[in-house]
C-alpha cells in the first residue's frame, strides 16, 4: 500500500523560508518520480516541481529560483525549500508520485505566508 506523508507546514512571514517534506512507504522509492502540488483557497491544484528517479527537475515559473526539490532514496523521502516566501504561495501543498499508471496522493500540509 502506497502511502505519502508530508510534513512541514506552517506559518511564515512573508520572504521567510520554510522546508517540507515527505515520507513514502510501499513503494521502490528510487524507482519513481516524485511532485510537489499546491492548492490555494478558490484556485486548481497545480504542479509546483517534480523531481525524476534520476533527479531531474522542473519547477513551476513561479516558484523557479525560490524553491529547491530534492531527494533522499536511503530515507525515502522528497523534500521541498521554499524560500523568499510571499502570500501568493500559501496552499496546502501535496505530496504526489504514480505507480503503475495511478496517482498517489498525500492528505497534504498547509503553508500560510502572512505577517
Known amino acids: 500500500q502506497v502511502q505519502l506523508v508530508e510534513s512541514g507546514g506552517g506559518l511564515v512571514q512573508p520572504g521567510g523560508s520554510l522546508r517540507l517534506s515527505c515520507a513514502a512507504s510501499?513503494?521502490?522509492?528510487?524507482?519513481?518520480?516524485m511532485a510537489w502540488y499546491r492548492q490555494a483557497p478558490g484556485k486548481e491544484r497545480e504542479l509546483v516541481a517534480r523531481?525524476?528517479?534520476?533527479?531531474?527537475?522542473n519547477y513551476a515559473g513561479s516558484v523557479k529560483d525560490r524553491f529547491t526539490i530534492s531527494r533522499d532514496n536511503a530515507k525515502n523521502t522528497v523534500s521541498l525549500q521554499m524560500s523568499s516566501l510571499n502570500p501568493e504561495d500559501t496552499a496546502v501543498y501535496y505530496c504526489?508520485?504514480?505507480?503503475?499508471?495511478?496517482?498517489?496522493w498525500g492528505k497534504g500540509t498547509l503553508v500560510t505566508v502572512s505577517s
Open positions: 523531481i525524476t528517479s534520476t533527479y531531474s527537475t
Open positions: 504526489k508520485t504514480d505507480v503503475g499508471g495511478r496517482p498517489y
Open positions: 510501499g513503494i521502490i522509492f528510487s524507482f519513481y518520480a
